[in-house]
């Protein structure tokens, strides 16, 4: 009887029909959040967007702006620069944002009217970005390792089979800073871009849900995608934001001066 035991655990794993641990067959979490913090991380890029603000009742507020992007030498940290052109209560308003992969990233703002440049701090990170449902936060990105992550499930969304990823902060700094509890996010498989965020507020009430459509990849060479349409809504306050791209190019040999104060205070 025991030789019959071993004879069959023997033909199972012969015939590779054995049962795999559910530890096995877990994706491995950091590394698919690690693609998808560089998935659109572009050499450089400079876009035409427009910024269409809806209010509860449905009114509109349309602005312009102009925006550039360009990794530093390390590949992995992003500056980025958009500047509003229209209408005349925001142009020439321009942020600046740059990240720092070992300490807290950069992030500038210049107001026209008081011609000034001011620094923000990581506290900041939270708030509006430039009066969109968007936060600064949502905008620079989030580093992967100062968060914990949990697979919740898998699904397809608009055909496209998709990770579900849970992001709760490793600290009570990154959930104050941020300003999130937790993050839920739909990753598509074949190239790990986040096509839905949903974000709950510090007291883990939904807060509100982020859509990226469009998704093109506009560097074959080196697997970079960019969703066209991006669209934030805010459950708890009805207001919602949408941003479009056009006219987006890669790799035009962008000059660092745009990622400068000095830049920024240019009319």
Request: with cysteine; aromatic share 8%.
């Amino acid at each position: 009887m025991k030789q019959n035991v071993l004879s069959v655990s023997a033909i199972l794993l012969l015939l590779g029909l054995a049962l795999p641990s559910a530890h096995a067959a877990e994706p491995d979490l950091n590394q698919i959040m690690e693609k998808n913090f560089v998935v659109n991380k572009m050499v450089d890029s400079v876009s035409d967007a427009t910024f269409t603000l809806i209010n509860r009742d449905g009114q509109e507020r349309v602005r312009k702006t102009f925006g550039t992007s360009k990794l530093e030498a390390n590949g992995i940290d992003n500056m980025r620069m958009t500047r509003f052109l229209s209408p005349p209560d925001v142009k020439g308003t321009v942020s600046l944002l740059i990240e720092h992969a070992d300490k807290d990233d950069d992030i500038w703002i210049y107001l026209p009217a008081l011609k000034k440049v001011r620094r923000l701090v990581s506290s900041d990170k939270k708030t509006s970005f430039v009066g969109t449902d968007f936060s600064y936060g949502d905008v620079i990105g989030y580093k992967v390792n100062e968060w914990s992550y949990k697979l919740l499930r898998e699904e397809t969304v608009d055909g496209q089979p998709c990770y579900v990823i849970e992001a709760t902060p490793k600290s009570d700094t990154v959930k104050s800073n941020s300003g999130y509890a937790k993050r839920i996010g739909w990753l598509r498989k074949d190239n790990l871009m986040t096509i839905k965020s949903d974000y709950f507020d510090e007291a883990g009430e939904p807060l509100k849900t982020l859509t990226f459509s469009d998704v093109q990849q506009v560097d074959a060479k080196r697997g970079k995608w960019q969703a066209m349409k991006l669209e934030a809504s805010n459950v708890q306050t009805g207001h919602r934001t949408i941003i479009k791209f056009e006219n987006f190019k890669v790799n035009q040999n962008v000059k660092d001066e745009f990622f400068t104060t000095r830049y920024m205070e240019k009319e």
